[in-house]
């Protein structure tokens, strides 16, 4: 009986629910050195669009960017209090950056401001 009650959980939740994802991204330029915060529903579709040579935005400068960080969040609200806590901390954002695995590496070639 248990073991029926967790195949029928399991086939609702695949075919007939997706939670939302939110993503709270760090993007980096190798051209300006700069580091950018942003978060989105569709990570793919907006790193695309700050790669993408009719960008007339802020991070047209900075292009090509290199996608460094993102941590997941199930709603909106979420990601959005985490994007403008790390935007007006600097603190938080370079505590982000110095916990990312592979920060020792990039740290002599691209973080020297930081």
């Known amino acids: 009986m248990v073991h029926t009650e ?3 959980w399991s086939s609702i939740m695949t075919s007939q629910t997706r939670l939302p994802r939110f ?3 760090l993007l980096f330029s190798e051209r300006t050195g700069q580091v950018y915060l942003g978060y989105t529903s569709n990570l793919r579709r907006r790193f695309r669009q700050h790669n993408a040579v009719d960008n007339a935005g802020w991070t047209r400068r900075g292009r090509p960017w290199r996608l460094l960080a993102v941590r997941i969040y199930l709603d909106r609200d979420s990601a959005q209090l ?3 806590r790390l935007k007006q901390s600097k603190y938080d954002k370079d ?3 110095r916990a990312l695995p592979r920060y020792k590496e990039f740290k ?3 973080f020297a401001k930081i």
């Open 6 to 8: 967790h195949k029928r």
């Open 82 to 84: 985490v994007e403008q």
């Open 108 to 110: 002599s070639r691209y």
């Open 23 to 25: 993503v709270v991204y």
């Open 95 to 97: 505590n982000w950056i």
